[in-house]
Structures are given as C-alpha cells and as structure tokens.
C-alpha cells in the first residue's frame, strides 16, 4: 500500500501586504509536518498551483481572502465538496482567483480528492506593506489548523 501524497500549498505575493498571508503560513509550517508532506509556495501564475498538487490525495491550501471587516478572520472550505464562495477569494492580485482555478481542475477532473482551503481575511492588499498585525497573528492559527488537519488526514481521521 503506497502512503497518501499530501501537499500544503500557500498562495500570495509577498510585496503586497497581507496577500502574503498563505505563503507567510507556508513557511511557518515548513519543517514542522511530517517529512512525506510537500510544502510548495505558489508566488507566480496560479494555475501553477494544478502542477503542484498533481497527482496528490489531499491539498491543504491557504490563501488570503477579500477584506470583508474582520481582518485576521480564518475562514476554512473543505473545496472537495462543493466550490468557495465567489465573494471571498476573487482574483485580488492573482491573475485568476483560486474558486476559478478549483473550479476549473474539477471540471478537468484533476482536483485531488481531498481539497481543503484556509482563507485568511485581508486587512491591507497595498503594495510594499507587510502583514497587518491581525493577519499575521491569524497566520500562525491558520498553521496550527493546517497541521491538525494534515494529522488527522494521515492518520485516517479526515
């Protein structure tokens, strides 16, 4: 029996504030999950995030959401089941939102079984600014869900 491929993938641009949030959490998580679990930072084009998370079992994924008024808020979709909800992770700063890139692998019938994603809510998007603080708190409870998650998968609890 092989072992579950398992991929974390955080989303962002690290010169625009607080869309640096899933990419800040994927750093955070590195070296602290099992040594079978990939981490993969999605910085460019993101429909590079299919070729990461190709032929995985499950993908954790986290990314920041649109400001809607509570800064730092974590909000978790489980996409496997059904699409995220368009007014959350619209295009932003990306060149296509992740609900748009979810939606197209499931339509190519690539989206891996098991498609968790981790939104965090923006507070500032404005280029050259670091995290706001309530994004950056949220980003280490957003790893510690992450984790947890990724425990349970492996061991047959998700």
């Known amino acids: 029996m092989r072992e579950a491929r398992v991929v974390v993938i955080g989303i962002g641009n690290s010169y625009r504030g607080d869309d640096a949030a899933g990419l800040a959490a994927a750093t955070l998580l ?13 910085e460019q084009e993101p429909s590079r995030i299919m070729d990461a998370w190709a032929g995985a079992d499950a993908t954790f994924v986290i990314d920041a959401v649109a400001p809607l008024g ?9 996409a496997s089941v059904s699409g995220l ?9 990306h060149a296509l939102g992740l609900g748009e890139i979810i939606e197209l692998a499931r339509a190519m019938g ?9 939104g965090i809510e923006a507070a500032d998007l404005s280029a050259g600014h670091p995290l706001s603080p ?25």
């Open 70 to 78: 509570s800064p730092g808020t974590l909000r978790v979709f489980d």
């Open 110 to 118: 690539i989206l891996p079984p098991h498609v968790m994603v981790y």
């Open 134 to 158: 309530a994004v950056a708190d949220a980003v280490a409870a957003a790893a510690g869900a992450i984790s947890a998650d990724v425990e349970a998968f492996l061991s047959g609890g998700a």
């Open 30 to 42: 590195a070296g602290t999950l099992p040594p079978a679990v990939e981490i993969a930072r999605c």
């Open 85 to 93: 909800p368009a007014n959350s992770f619209r295009s932003s700063t």
